[in-house]
């Protein structure tokens, strides 16, 4: 039993030694060159063999996902990978060596000091000294506007046989992006993502010396202070700190044709549902440097051409605020003397449009610039409810006038009741016309009145023996639908025969007569006046249905217009 047992660990440490003495070569292979490549490697110098050498950095962003664009704090948040080549001489290999790419910690190699910029946080700072404050101009490395400027998660590089270093890290920026809010919400963006090959210039005032530099935390011996025009000193670094003369930002290749590409890519990317990705193009730049002769920094702009999908402001905003404000119109079916009812319908409108005003402005940036179309449309609204209840307090102040405190001009009255009706549709016409043509009440007074001139002009004997043959059934007494003269004339004189109290009477109905007549005058004029408010009524309406509509349609035809250019850069 000792001796099978013996052999089966040996038979066992043997298969142990034979699988690792097979894989051993492999391993090897990658730990020896690791050990040879990184043998004195030094990350902080620079990876080019000449001084007068140009280190070209190739670079490629790829977008996944357009996360969002706050467009009252201006800032656009993108989660992108970010893929970045350059040659690397010192970690030179071959193929015999090693035929595959050896992945290294990205803390282990140099990597290129390449920043989002999207924008400069560092402004005028003030330092103290002796006392005094000490005005200085720093440009500190770029920033994005939280602060975190670099990669979160700092992936592995690939190094290619040849030298060739691989490094695409994936990052989420939170960029600053200017809003344009003129067609809000039928906008488009131009939002950029700017990579800078950064440095940290520090500009001083004149009267200050290198002591500042320290103070801001810089190490001593990293940076030199060098004269420059119009400033005492220019402070730069020597380790970190290139131009364009010595480092170049180039678009990336594409991995099977090979050529530059000088767009964003979007192979993996998801679609936002508030932003339609339009154009994505890119652009290479040197940034000057004021006050040096050197062509400056190397950057890269892509630019995230982005439109609006308007359909959630559609249904949310627009929609409501169109019926809300259509309401108002409905006012000029109430009647003319129901001014009070008018007004609180349009306030009531005015006061709702005023909510949507204020919503809106908490969608947008507090911006003097410009005015958002939706909030143009809101204003003209608004403007249009004002003026309605302007025209219900006129039309009110019209329709409640009398001929004790107005006179109505016959140049009115025709305008008004005769002209304005025709063109408008309208039947009415004149209080005082209406029952023309109609048979008129019996009016007994105006009948005495008659037959007294009637009998003062004829003679006693054609009066005594007129209508003898009717009166003798020998002829037919006409049916008339009124009484005539000469039934009056014969009630007149039966009427003379009777006490003469009967003429008191007479003048009493005379007198009531005429007060009766000019109280029919009266209301046939205030009638009038009614129906002139009625009219401007009408005539409002028809206007503001008109104004309504083609301010609508103009206002929002705009936004339609308003298409992103098929080329972003004409001038360029």
Known sequence: MQVVGTLAWGFCLGLLLGCAALGSPESNKERNLYNRLFDNYDKSQWPVQRTDEVLQVFLKLTLTNLISLNAKEETLTTNVWIAQQWVDYRLNFTKEEYDKELRVPADHVWLPDIVLENKCVGGPRELPKGGAFLLLTLTLPPTSIDGNFEVAYSANVLISPGGEMYWQPPAIFRSSC??????????????????????????????????????????????????????????????????????????????????????????????????????????????????????????????????RKPLFYIINIIVPCVLISSLVVLVYFLPAQAGGQKCTVSISVLLAQTVFLFLIAQKVPATSLSVPLIGKYLLFVMTVATLIVTNCVVVLNISLRSPSTHLLSPRLKRLFLK???????????????????????????????????????????????????????????????????????????????????????????????????????????????????????????????????????????????????EDPFPSQ
């Open 178 to 307: 200017p809003i344009e809010v003129t067609f809000f919400p039928f906008d488009w963006q131009n939002c950029s993502l700017i990579f800078r090959w950064v440095g940290a210039p520090v500009t001083l005032g004149r009267g200050a010396s290198a002591t500042p530099c320290c103070a801001l935390g810089i190490a001593q011996g990293e940076w030199e202070a060098r004269p420059s025009p119009g400033l005492l000193l220019f402070c730069s670094s020597r380790s970190k700190t290139h131009n364009a003369r010595e480092v170049e930002l180039q678009y990336g290749l594409n991995d099977t044709t090979f050529m530059p590409v000088e767009e964003v890519i979007i192979e993996d990317f998801t679609e936002n549902g508030e932003w339609a990705l339009i154009y994505r193009p890119a652009r290479r730049v040197l940034a000057p440097i004021a006050g040096l002769e050197a062509p400056g920094f190397s950057e890269i702009h892509y630019f995230l051409i982005i439109q």
């Open 419 to 565: 002209i304005l009706p025709h063109y408008l549709g309208s039947t009415i016409g004149p209080a005082d016309e209406e029952f023309q043509g109609a048979p008129c009440p019996r009016r007994s007074l105006s009948l005495l009145v008659k037959a007294e001139e009637y009998i003062l002009k004829k003679a006693r004997s054609e009066v005594l023996f007129e209508h003898q043959g009717q009166r003798h059934g020998l002829q037919r007494v006409p049916d008339y639908d009124g009484l005539d003269v000469q039934m009056t004339t014969m009630l007149y004189k039966n009427l003379s025969s009777l006490a003469p109290e009967i003429k008191e009477c007479v003048d009493a109905c005379n007198f009531i007569s005429k007060s009766t007549k000019e109280q029919n005058s009266d209301g046939a004029e205030m009638e009038n006046w009614m129906l002139i408010g009625q009219m401007i009524d009408k005539l409002c309406f028809w206007l503001a249905i008109l104004l309504f509509t083609i301010g609508t349609l103009a206002i929002f035809f705009m936004g339609h217009l308003n298409t992103v250019p």
